[in-house]
T-cell receptor, first 117, second 110 residues
Framework: GAVVSQHPSWVICKSGTSVKIECRSL??????MFWYRQFPKQSLMLMAT?????????EQGVEKDKFLINHASLTLSTLTVTSAHPEDSSFYIC?????????????FGPGTRLTVT | QKEVEQDPGPLSVPEGAIVSLNCTYS??????FMWYRQYSRKGPELLMY????GNKEDGRFTAQVDKSSKYISLFIRDSQPSDSATYLC??????????FGQGTRLTINP
């Protein structure tokens, strides 16, 4: 149980274009989803937290107009990287949690590798 | 100073060895402590989850927390080549935010 999927697993796009990444909880309802980015050989950095039906809360230094997050249902959240540039190339990972269980555990997706050329 | 410090390694040990991985932290507000394992190009998976100071054992894995020293450890006994991965410590800030260490890259040599 507690499986989180991401799509696509990898994507290459040209500078200036937008890319959408999907995060789905497959066998549970995710009241809260989190988006992280991870640079090579570095740790995961939280970008934003989203609760179903609410606006996302962004971490300091993360541009909300560049990284658009939508959490419209209890099983799906999307991250759109708008006007992507090469410095946005990174590994993006989502996680999900069901607050109603009382557990603090977050279940992570397999990640999406974004390369902007 | 980072909130969570973790030696990035790499750490290479022979099969069967006992592995010790460590993290230190500065924020006294951290209450929950986790260890995640991440294989290359994959998302992290939760290994151990502890709240209080002391030891918690799960099979070949033991998590140790010393809140007075702000120091946590993960021990792996009888290490196997399949344990080769990056190990990340993480700490819960407030009710939701996980703060991760840099991760230690571990290789177990057959």
């Amino acid at each position: 149980g507690a499986v989180v999927s991401q799509h696509p697993s990898w994507v290459i796009c040209k500078s200036g274009t937008s890319v959408k990444i999907e995060c789905r909880s497959l066998d549970f309802q995710a009241t809260t989803m989190f988006w992280y980015r991870q640079f090579p050989k570095q740790s995961l950095m939280l970008m934003a937290t989203s609760n179903e039906g609410s606006k996302a809360t962004y971490e300091q230094g993360v541009e909300k107009d560049k990284f658009l997050i939508n959490h419209a249902s209890l099983t799906l959240s999307t991250l759109t990287v708008t006007s992507a540039h090469p410095e946005d190339s990174s590994f993006y990972i989502c996680s999900a949690r069901d607050l109603r269980t009382g557990s603090y555990e977050q279940y992570f997706g397999p990640g999406t590798r974004l390369t902007v050329t | 100073q980072k909130e969570v410090e973790q030696d990035p390694g790499p750490l290479s040990v022979p099969e069967g060895a006992i592995v010790s991985l460590n993290c230190t932290y500065s924020n006294s507000a951290f209450q929950y402590f986790m260890w995640y394992r991440q294989y290359s190009r994959k998302g992290p998976e939760l290994l151990m989850y502890t709240y209080s100071s002391g030891n918690k054992e799960d099979g070949r894995f033991t998590a140790q927390v010393d809140k007075s020293s702000k120091y946590i450890s993960l021990f792996i006994r009888d290490s196997q080549p399949s344990d080769s991965a990056t190990y990340l410590c993480a700490m819960l800030e407030g009710a939701q935010k996980l703060v991760f260490g840099q991760g230690t890259r571990l290789t177990i040599n057959p």
